[in-house]
């Protein structure tokens, strides 16, 4: 989670955007941290230098929670 | 003192004029295949391959036996011919090459950064096509800064050593080395990849002995043009347009070249791209024509019709998709490269769900700056979409080139 706080918060400060001191489950990638299709696309290559998973593969991802929800598959499988 | 022919600090050898005559005059054997690291050893068979008219095949020393396989067969690259009735050359007969190489042919392979190197046949008066020999040239001292076994690399040679020039191996040598080599042999004439001068930035001393500084192979510009008026404040710049497969076409003192009248009809833009006519082309080449003219790959913008003038914009093959916009990763180094902290920098792309591609910038700066700075800078400059996504700033010592010199992509 603090991992995942990091890289976002690092995407949002080169974007001019303020630190995110929480990251919830239910924040929507989109409309809450306010990012668009190429700040996804980096948020999906950091998260893959970082883990090793791109977690935008297979479905939509819309949420934190679906973020770490794929994560924590890879941590548990 | 004799003459120097050759001088490579890699080897320590120098070779005078008069001992490389010894040389040639004492072989016993051709070799058919020329497989060699070792420059001067290179150069001395080339030379005897034309004297006694013997066909060549000139190999990359970096080309791997799986390569060389794939490239040429089952072969034996020790493979020599035996010179039955020896002659004695002279100066004279240097000089006189073009005599000797009648129906003598050379077979070289381009450097393959985009797939398996390709097999280029060329005529000595193809090669020689932009070589200019005259009393205005006989003191000139070329620094070779190209690979030999390329062509870029076998032009500055024959054009160094039909006028009787000393050349000076410069090419996989480091920075401080090709300074003072600079200096102590008072080279006059350099040739080379962009990439190769920006790897000599940041330079605070000019070179003064330098007259001509010629750039080929890459996509020129004017923020290096700048850097190389700096460092070498005597010389005309030249920007020259050529491929493996034809040789030198264009040369301009800018990024855009204007098109001679003697090749109106050939040379042509299709969808802008550069098509060649094959009269234009090396004796045999493998490639596809399409009504008679060669599609080079290169796109280039079209700044006025008749005459013809452009720019070279990049290789088509080399653009990158980005979510449906295509992207040129040459215009975007381009817009790194004029940020004053930025002295070199390699775009290219990562394969990603969301978007196709993302792009990625390696970059070597002479003094601090992070990410978020050179991002904002690249946003007055560039449209969202071309900035790329990941910035490392100083990761990678050297940035990686190809056996030719040239900015490695892949």
């Excluded at chain 2, 930035?201 to 008026?229: M, W, Y």
């Excluded at chain 2, 299709?270 to 024509?289: A, M, P, Q, R, T």
């Excluded at chain 2, 002479?366 to 790329?388: A, V």
Aim: aromatic share 10%; proline share 3%.
């Amino acid at each position: 989670m603090e991992k995942l706080r990091k890289i976002i918060n690092q995407i949002r400060y080169n974007k001019d955007l303020p630190e995110i001191k929480n990251l919830f489950h239910d924040m929507d990638l989109r409309n809450d941290l306010g990012f668009d299709s190429l700040d996804l696309a980096e948020l999906t290559v950091r998260i893959e230098y970082e883990f090793g998973i791109d977690v935008f593969e297979d479905g939509i991802v819309l949420t934190v929670g679906d973020v770490i929800k794929k994560l924590e598959k890879i941590n548990n499988g | 003192m004799d003459k120097i022919f050759f001088y490579d600090p890699l080897t320590d050898k120098l070779i005078s004029y008069k001992i490389f005559l010894d040389h040639l005059n004492n072989l016993n054997h051709l070799e058919k295949i020329v497989y060699h690291s070792d420059f001067y050893e290179i150069f001395l068979r080339i030379v005897s391959s034309i004297l006694y008219n013997q066909p060549i095949i000139l190999l990359d020393y970096n080309l791997t036996d799986f390569e060389i396989k794939e490239l040429l067969g089952q072969i034996n690259l020790k493979d020599t011919v035996e010179i039955k009735f020896k002659k004695v050359f002279n100066e004279e007969d240097i000089k006189n090459l073009r005599s000797y190489a009648k129906n003598w042919e050379i077979i070289l392979f381009t450097s393959g950064t985009t797939g398996l190197p390709k097999r280029v046949s060329h005529s000595f008066e193809n090669l020689i096509r932009a070589v200019k020999v005259s009393e205005k040239h006989k003191d000139d001292v070329w620094g070779l800064a190209y690979n030999p076994t390329h062509i870029a690399g076998l032009q500055v040679f024959f054009q160094a050593l039909l006028n009787q020039n000393s050349i000076i191996n410069l090419f996989n040598v480091n920075r401080n080395l090709i300074f003072e080599l600079i200096e102590r042999f008072k080279i006059t004439h350099l040739s080379a990849t962009p990439t190769f001068y920006r790897l000599l930035l940041p330079v605070e001393k000019k070179f003064t002995s330098i007259k001509s500084v010629a750039c080929g192979g890459e996509r020129f510009d004017n923020n290096l043009k700048l850097h190389l008026q700096a460092m070498f404040p005597n010389a005309k710049i030249i920007n020259i347009y050529a491929t493996t497969e034809f040789g030198s076409l264009f040369a301009s003192d800018g990024d855009a070249f204007l098109l001679k009248k003697e090749y109106e009809n050939l040379v042509k833009i299709v969808d802008n791209e550069i098509y060649v006519h094959k009269n234009l082309l090396g004796k045999s080449v493998e490639i596809n024509l399409v009504d008679d003219f060669y599609p080079t790959g290169d796109q280039v913008e079209v700044i006025d019709e008749k005459p013809l003038k452009f720019k070279i914009l990049g290789r088509k093959n080399e653009m990158i998709n980005i979510g449906g916009y295509k992207v040129n990763p040459l215009e975007i180094e381009e817009a790194l490269n004029s940020h004053p902290c930025v002295i070199m920098s390699k775009v290219y792309c990562k394969t990603n769900s969301v978007l196709g591609n993302i792009l990625i910038a390696d970059i070597k700066t002479n003094s601090e700056i992070n990410e978020k700075e050179i991002r904002i800078y690249l946003s007055k400059l560039l449209n969202s979409y071309k900035i790329p996504r990941i910035i490392n700033i100083n990761v990678n010592d050297e940035i990686s080139i190809t056996r030719t010199g040239k900015l490695k992509r892949r």
